[in-house]
């Protein structure tokens, strides 16, 4: 949940999008606490839920920022298992492979699975700036329920973000972006807050939650049904419509276990509200309840390019 929009973080990312969700948290701006022996806590995996599935083949592009020159840069390397529904809705679980990556350029960028976000803007513990990031694709191969609805591509969006951290514990964040090439041309907004329950040099743990609402044009292209599709699937008509889609939020462990080695056990939950929940394509062959359960084992390095 790590190197994204606040500066600590993000969670899990179910289907390649976002979330926030990490043990360990990073204020925004300033320094970051310290370890014994002046080593610095790890940034934790981001676990984004949103999206339908898939991983996005830009997790660890950042060729755009390098115009940014840093002083000091933390990378976080990471891969693990994660078992999950095949798509967002589905009933059917099966275990993906999930690399990762998280990068924080100072207190400016901050870049993992659920995109790039670069604070322009800042004060007393508070960033705003604009947010980046591809989503992930649903394809009709994925699973037999979503045969003769078609393929809905990875997507380009763009918005904006703000973020605030209470007392280096708390982190609390929104963000709006809207689809501009790609797979849907909807409008998603997402909030989400992370408490960090226990901190240690050795192990911390925290607990998330989420919720997202998105518009008329993003319903359609996820949940709604339409003649062509209920003729080449054999589902009934159904017309989706802007509201809050789906609730939840997760847990986080991390774990040193060497010099700059972690591992990042986690559990996650969406309940899917009842305007997409009652889609056929949730309501006759998939579930309003969604899990996920994985671990990374994660990598951090570390590089400062002016003294």
């Known amino acids: 949940m790590a190197a994204s929009l606040a500066a600590f973080m993000v969670a ?12 360990f948290l990073d204020p925004i701006f300033g320094e970051r606490p310290k370890r ?7 940034p934790m995996n981001d676990d984004e839920f949103d999206e339908p599935q898939g991983w996005s083949p830009f997790r660890g592009f950042v060729g755009l920022f390098t115009l940014l020159v840093p002083e000091s840069t933390n990378l976080s390397l990471g891969v693990g298992p994660a078992y999950r529904p095949d798509y967002f809705g589905s009933d059917d679980y099966e275990f993906r492979p999930d690399p990762q990556v998280f990068l924080k350029v100072k207190n400016f960028l901050f870049f993992d699975d659920d995109g790039a976000d670069l604070a322009l803007f800042g004060f007393s513990g508070v960033a705003i700036g604009p947010s980046v990031r591809v989503a992930g694709r649903r394809r009709e191969r994925d699973n037999p329920a979503l045969h003769g609805l078609g393929d809905i591509g990875y997507t380009f969006e763009a918005g904006g973000f703000v973020a605030a951290t209470i007392l280096n514990r708390v982190l609390v964040r929104g963000k709006i972006r ?5 797979g849907h041309d909807g409008l998603i907004i997402d909030g989400a807050g992370t408490v960090m329950l226990y901190s240690s040099p050795r192990f911390s743990t925290s607990l998330s939650g989420h919720v997202a609402w998105v518009n008329g044009d993003y319903a359609d292209t996820f949940f709604t049904v339409n003649e062509d599709q209920a003729a080449a699937s054999g589902l009934p008509l159904y017309n989706a419509s802007a509201g809050f889609r789906d609730v939840g939020g997760s847990l986080n462990a991390y774990v040193n276990i060497g010099e700059r ?4 056990p986690y559990v996650s939950y969406r309940r899917i509200f009842d305007g997409f929940a009652e889609t056929p394509i949730i309501d006759q062959y998939g579930s309003r309840n969604q899990f996920i359960v994985g671990f990374h084992l994660m990598r951090e390095f570390s590089f400062s390019f002016i003294n």
């Open 12 to 23: 899990p990312a179910a289907y390649a999008q976002q979330s926030a969700d990490e043990p």
């Open 36 to 42: 014994s022996q002046d080593q610095e806590i790890r």
């Open 178 to 182: 809207k689809g501009l090439a790609g």
């Open 261 to 264: 080695w972690s591992v990042n």
